[in-house]
Every structure is written in structure tokens, then in C-alpha cells.
């Protein structure tokens, strides 16, 4: 377990201050960031220093801690100093969103924390300006795949080798829209080392990282002591940004939230929260969820995946009562919209989801969330190519999200563009290669190509990656394809193999195949196995007991002179060696109890209460 130093005097000190200073240049996400981290240290840490009792040596570090940060020269102090009136004016106009006003009003500034709010506000309204151009061209052939901002090499070149940590972190952003990522990582480098708690610099990092290799090189590159919080917790987002969380991640988060560091932290409590969802543990991550709802019913962060966690498990009236709630609380965000499509969706309105995802992408074109729910709504429509344009849109906002691929994979196959989806389904496993969904659509694309042999090996490689907490059906249903494959190749040995396989997980559930007339697929390849393995081990004199139950327990399923015939010769074949299958004392030949379950145990209920006979 990675060793995590403890939140002490300096690091809270520090904290303050990158608080201070993202409040004062406009970085709202990031000093929100902060200033909950800051409220989750326990109160008796945070005001240590207003103590009456304080020691010597912690007034002196006390003392120490309230120094200028080394990047802060006397002139730039001075310069502050000066600007201090303006830049108040300014900041005033850009809280209230007066952009243009904010940058007049520091024409004539010279610090550089002026400097910084000029360049990030002409930088917003840039932003607004080639949105509002994008939008021009709504649904025309003309419209770029996303708005082109036409000022940001000059807004690159006015903060171009400063050695202001903010500063640099604005030529990063630059970079990083310029698709220069190389550069923009080196940048970021120097800043996150100078100014480690900018955490719009380290969201900044995530984006310009796409693999947990990616993320090991950047953490050795920046000056930061191991044992610091801050790349745990930037580890553990990351890594769910990829969706490859582990219980390495759990156990971070467990220890983060402990209480030598933040306790009961939103943020953490979130970041656990997805990566249970993401490993699959539906019912934990939910109740995490619930605990971090509790202590802020109206937080609208990661509403989204607490909603798609309600959905996944079938809960409606939760769904309902969480949409009902958040409309009245804010129905412009996004994440509602997420909730009250999800709500639709489990209720089987498609039409109605459909348009609260829509809405969402309205209010913001990068919701990855609702581009990939709205794609999955219109596969369950069958309309695959609005489906597919929903996934590309996803796919073109986070190539790191395997499931705008996969979904784009199932896609072209349910259209029988098996070539293309299986494509699709090779980026997603390029992105998490231990996902049984992906190894399933890979098979079924090979499939469709009638490259049977291939389609075994990914089908097989599905069935190995299944949690035991995976519902029964789709495992059988797996192992049926790979006999039918098996069987179609002329592998008798992997058919024979994978046929026991069938039979046992069938046995261990007894009412997960519907043995009743009309039988249903899955029933057919059970009862054909069970010839099979028996005719095997009649045939080569091997577990003669076994076969000769399961031919008792085909003549209950399916009664035939075939059947009677072949069980009366495995009898007599026991019988030439001294072994009586009808007798319980006797010796069996081959006998063992690893098969007696399910179906076995109630084919003996069956032959004692005489609804079959060994006669």
C-alpha cells in the first residue's frame, strides 16, 4: 500500500493560499475544488494556529508559513500592490460576466496576476465568439466537427515563457487547444512543481493523458514528494477517467478519507463512488453515493453516475423521486437532464429519454454521459444510425471512454457491418481489455465473418473475464455459442469440454433453462449435451454412473427407446465389472460426487418417489 504523508500545518497553509490566489484570477472549478478539500480537514487541524497553547516551535512555523511563495518576487509584489484598486474593479466585472469591461479595466496593468485575468478573460470571450460562429452552420455540411477558435495562437504568444506559475498554465491551456501536447505536458510540468495545489493545472494534466502509462511518466516528472496527496488523489481520478479503476484506487480513496487527511471529503467520496461502479459493484458504489447524498442532498455533481447506477439496477421509484427532486433544484444542468432521461429509460419511454439526453448535449456539446446514453437509446429503437452518430459524437469528446466504441461496435454489427464493428470493438479493448461485453461483441463480429475459430477463442475469453456475481442466463448463453462454434469447426475435444462445462453450470441453477414444452434454444443444447457426454463416457467405458444418470435424467426429458436402449447397455456394461448402478451400496465404476447438483439432486428425488425407475 503507497504511503501518504499527513495533512499537517504547511499543507493547510498551503491550500489557503492556491485557494486565494484561483479565487482571485476566476478559476471558480478549481478554488471550489479547494476550498470543500479545505472544509473537510478536521476543524481540530484547521485551527491549530488560533489555539491559545500553541507551542514555540509551532508559532515559528506558524510564522514561517505566512512568507510570500519563493515565484513571487519583491517586484511583483510591488506591482500587485499598485494594480490592487484596478484589478478589484476588474474582478467585480468579470464575477458578473463582463468580460469585455474587465480586460478595459487592465489595459494599463502590469502584474502579473492582471496579466493573467486580461489574457483568461479575452480568452472566455473567444470562446463565446467561435461557439457562437459554430452555431451558424447548425446542420449543414459546412459545420467544422467542433468551433474553431481563431484567437488562441495570439493569446499563446502574450503569456509565452513566463515564469509565473499561472501564467504558464494559461500557455498550457493554449497548447493543449493547439493540439501541442508535448509541449503543453513540459509546461505543465514546471508549473504543477512550483505551484503544486492548482488543481485547473492537474484537470488540465488528465486531459493531455490517455493511459495509465501516460499517467506514470507524468507523476515521476513533476517535483513532488511520493508521499504527497495531491498524485494519489490525481492517480485515482485519472484512472477513472479511463475506467480501469482497481482496488489499488479503493484503497486510496479509503485512505484519503481517512481521518489523519480529508474525511468525508465530496470529491473522494465521488471518486469511490465510480470506481465501484466501474469494477462493476453496483450495490457498494451505490451505497456510497447514498452517504455522500446525505451529507449534501443537493450536491449535483455525480448525479449523473449515481443515476445510471439506479438505472442499471432497476430502481424506478428512487430514479423517479431523484428526478422530481432536481428539476425543482436546477433543471438547466446537464446532470439532470441525465437523471430524468435515465428515469424515462427504466420505464421503457425511449422517446421521452431520448429528448431530456438531447437537452443535455444542448446545454453542454461535451456531456459524454448523455451522447452515450441517448446512443444506447436509439440502439434499443433500432435506429442504428442515429445511434451511431450519437456514439461518434462521444467517442470525439473523450477518446478515452471505451464505451462510445463499444457502443458504436454494436452498432454496425446489429446492421451487419461486422468489418466496422469490429473495428470499433478492437479500440474499445485497446482501452480495457479485461471487459467481458467487449470480448462477447468481438466473437459475435467474428461470427458474422464466419471466422468461427477466432469467434471461440474471444467468446472463451468473455466467459474467463465474467464476475460470479454475472446473472447465470448470460453465461450459459455463452458457453451454448462456444459448443455451437466448437461443434461447427470440428473440435470435438473443446465441444466435449465446453458441453460439460454447460452441463454443470445448467445443474447448479435449476429453473435458469425452461426444460418445459416448447423448449427454448438453451434447452435443446442442454439435453443435446447430455446425449453427448453420455454417449462419451458409454463409449470409451469411462464415468459409466454419470452416464448412466444423465441418461435417467434424459428419459424424465425426453423419453425415447434410444434413450432406454443406451441406458440398459451402460447397466449392463457396469454389471461385467462387478458394479450395480441400481444399488447404492455397490461399488460405482468412475463414480464421483462432483457433478451431484441442481438437476442431479432432483433426478434422485425423482427415482425415489417413483416417477422414474431403474428397471
Not at 448470460?474 to 458457453?479: E, W
Not at 452441463?503 to 434454444?521: A, G, M, T
Not at 468412475?590 to 425415489?608: A, I, N, V
Request: aromatic share 8%.
Amino acid at each position: 500500500m503507497q504511503v501518504i504523508s499527513q495533512v499537517d500545518a504547511r499543507i493547510i497553509s498551503e491550500i489557503r493560499r492556491c485557494l486565494a490566489d484561483t479565487t482571485d484570477r476566476g478559476l471558480i472549478s478549481a478554488a471550489k475544488w479547494l476550498s470543500e478539500l479545505l472544509l473537510s480537514v478536521p476543524a481540530s487541524k484547521r485551527n491549530i494556529d488560533t489555539t491559545a497553547d500553541m507551542s514555540s516551535a509551532s508559532m515559528e512555523l506558524s510564522e514561517e508559513l505566512e512568507d510570500q511563495p519563493s515565484w513571487l518576487s519583491r517586484e511583483e509584489l510591488d506591482a500587485e500592490e499598485r494594480d490592487a484598486d484596478v484589478f478589484n474593479v476588474a474582478r467585480k466585472c468579470m464575477e458578473a460576466r463582463q468580460y469585455h469591461q474587465a480586460v478595459h479595466f487592465l489595459r494599463s496593468c502590469s502584474s502579473a496576476k492582471s496579466q493573467f485575468m486580461s489574457v483568461y478573460c479575452r480568452f472566455i470571450t473567444s470562446e463565446k465568439k467561435a461557439l457562437h460562429e459554430w452555431h451558424k452552420t447548425d446542420n449543414t455540411r459546412h459545420q467544422p466537427p467542433l468551433p474553431v477558435n481563431a484567437a488562441i495562437n495570439d493569446l499563446l504568444d502574450s503569456v509565452k515563457n513566463s515564469t509565473d506559475p499561472w501564467l504558464q498554465f494559461l500557455e498550457a491551456l493554449f497548447l493543449h487547444r493547439l493540439s501541442r501536447n508535448p509541449e503543453a505536458l513540459n509546461v505543465l510540468y514546471r508549473t504543477l512543481s512550483i505551484c503544486p495545489w492548482n488543481w485547473s493545472a492537474w484537470t488540465l494534466l488528465g486531459q493531455c493523458l490517455d493511459s495509465s502509462e501516460a499517467l506514470t511518466d507524468a507523476l515521476t516528472n513533476i517535483d513532488l514528494p511520493l508521499d504527497h496527496p495531491l498524485p494519489q488523489m490525481f492517480q485515482v481520478k485519472i484512472m477513472n477517467e479511463l475506467h480501469t479503476a482497481t482496488d489499488v484506487e479503493l484503497q486510496l480513496c479509503d485512505r484519503l478519507l481517512g481521518t489523519d487527511y480529508f474525511p468525508n471529503n465530496l470529491w473522494l467520496m465521488g471518486q469511490r463512488g465510480r470506481a465501484l461502479y466501474d469494477t462493476l459493484e453496483f450495490a457498494k458504489a451505490e451505497s456510497q453515493f447514498e452517504d455522500m447524498f446525505k451529507l449534501d442532498p443537493n450536491r449535483i455533481e455525480d448525479l449523473d453516475v449515481y443515476s445510471n447506477i439506479l438505472h442499471l439496477r432497476g430502481s424506478r421509484e428512487k430514479l423517479t423521486a431523484l428526478a422530481d427532486k432536481f428539476l425543482l433544484v436546477d433543471k438547466n444542468r446537464p446532470e439532470v437532464c441525465c437523471i430524468v432521461g435515465n428515469h424515462y429509460s427504466v420505464r421503457g419511454e425511449r422517446d421521452k429519454a431520448i429528448k431530456y439526453f438531447r437537452r443535455a448535449t444542448l446545454l453542454d456539446r461535451t456531456c459524454l454521459t448523455a451522447w452515450t446514453l441517448m446512443g444506447l437509446e436509439y440502439h434499443e429503437l433500432t435506429n442504428y444510425p442515429a445511434a451511431i452518430e450519437s456514439f461518434r459524437k462521444a467517442s470525439g469528446i473523450n477518446k478515452k471512454d471505451s464505451r462510445p466504441w463499444a457502443g458504436l461496435g454494436a452498432a454496425y454489427d446489429a446492421m451487419g457491418m461486422s468489418q466496422y464493428g469490429l473495428f470499433c470493438y478492437q479500440q474499445a479493448l485497446k482501452l480495457r481489455p479485461y471487459e467481458a461485453s467487449i470480448w462477447e461483441g468481438v466473437g459475435s463480429c467474428y461470427e458474422q465473418l464466419t471466422r468461427n475459430r477466432d469467434s471461440m477463442i474471444a467468446l472463451k475469453r468473455a466467459v474467463e473475464l465474467l464476475k460470479p456475481s454475472t446473472p447465470v442466463r448470460r453465461r450459459v448463453t455463452n458457453r451454448a455459442r462456444i459448443i455451437r462454434l466448437a461443434r461447427l469447426i470440428g473440435d470435438k475435444k473443446e465441444a466435449l469440454r465446453q458441453e460439460i462445462e454447460y452441463i454443470k453450470l445448467c445443474d447448479k441453477e435449476l429453473f435458469v433453462v425452461n426444460l418445459r414444452q416448447p423448449r427454448e434454444s438453451l434447452a435443446e443444447m442442454y439435453i443435446s449435451c447430455i446425449y453427448n457426454v453420455a454417449e462419451y463416457h458409454d463409449s470409451t467405458n469411462g464415468n459409466l454412473k454419470l452416464a448412466y444418470d444423465y441418461c435417467s435424467w434424459l428419459s424424465v426429458l425426453e423419453p425415447s427407446s434410444r434413450v432406454k436402449f443406451v441406458r440398459e447397455q451402460i447397466k449392463n456394461k457396469a454389471a461385467t465389472r462387478g458394479c450395480d448402478l441400481t444399488n447404492e451400496s455397490s461399488p460405482h465404476f468412475g463414480y464421483s460426487l462432483d457433478y451431484k447438483e441442481g438437476r442431479c439432486l432432483l433426478l434422485e428425488f425423482l427415482q425415489k418417489t417413483g416417477s422414474v425407475t431403474d428397471a
